[in-house]
T-cell receptor, first 113, second 111 residues
Framework: NAGVTQTPKFQVLKTGQSMTLQCAQD?????MYWYRQDPGMGLRLIYY???????DKGEVPNGYNVSRLNKREFSLRLESAAPSQTSVYFC????????????FGPGTRLTVT | TQLLEQSPQFLSIQEGENLTVYCNSS?????LQWYRQEPGEGPVLLVT?????EVKKLKRLTFQFGDARKDSSLHITAAQPGDTGLYLC???????????FGKGITLSVRP
């Protein structure tokens, strides 16, 4: 099992460009999440999907959109990138265990110039 | 908004020393999780505590959930350089499937 995979691993964008971050999990988990991690800010939830077909905003959703393509895949789209979106992005998934323990991907390091 | 405060923010110690770090909140959590993150990688789950007063051990790491389920501590005995990393605590309120993460504790263990 690969667990949670993310592509790409690194990306450099210019202000105003768009891109989609891809995430897939092979653990048959219902819930999937997108976080961003910035120095001194910890992990902040952007969007999450509690189950296939549903998505909800997290703490910092502005400037992002998501698609839960199927049970395995959850993508994050930046329509018009801004320097403030320079960050490390993590995708995570969790099953139906009572504690919603999360399994993280390796991250995408995004720089917007 | 539930906040989880972790302390200290940074800790640099010598190999072999013991240490305790904390995760505190004014909110009650149905469970609390600890993760460790190494540079360039995603966080990895270490433990989940669910019952107030619960103590769990993972080799040299001892985790405790406060009696009121508002706080937790992590004690490391005889720290080793391999313990170096960012330690994150995360709480679940039970209202939905979202976790609230603390900002983390950066631990450096010098050989």
């Amino acid at each position: 099992n690969a667990g949670v995979t993310q592509t790409p691993k690194f990306q450099v964008l210019k202000t105003g460009q768009s891109m989609t971050l891809q995430c897939a999990q092979d653990m048959n988990h219902n819930s999937m999440y997108w976080y961003r991690q910035d120095p001194g800010m910890g992990l902040r939830l952007i969007y999450y999907s509690a189950s296939e077909g549903t998505t909800d905003k997290g703490e910092v959703p502005n400037g992002y959109n998501v698609s839960r393509l199927n049970k395995r895949e959850f993508s994050l789209r930046l329509e018009s990138a801004a320097p403030s979106q320079t960050s490390v992005y993590f995708c995570a998934s969790s099953g139906l265990a009572a504690a919603y323990e999360q399994y993280f991907g390796p991250g995408t390091r995004l720089t917007v110039t | 908004t539930q906040l989880l405060e972790q302390s200290p923010q940074f800790l640099s110690i010598q190999e072999g020393e013991n240490l305790t770090v904390y995760c505190n909140s004014s909110s009650v959590f149905s469970s609390l999780q600890w993760y460790r993150q190494e540079p360039g990688e995603g966080p990895v789950l270490l433990v989940t505590v669910v019952t107030g007063g619960e103590v769990k051990k993972l080799k040299r790491l001892t985790f405790q959930f406060g009696d009121a389920r508002k706080d937790s501590s992590l004690h490391i005995t005889a720290a080793q350089p391999g313990d170096t990393g960012l330690y994150l605590c995360a709480g679940l309120t039970g209202a939905n499937s979202k976790l609230t993460f603390g900002k983390g504790i950066t631990l450096s263990v010098r050989p």
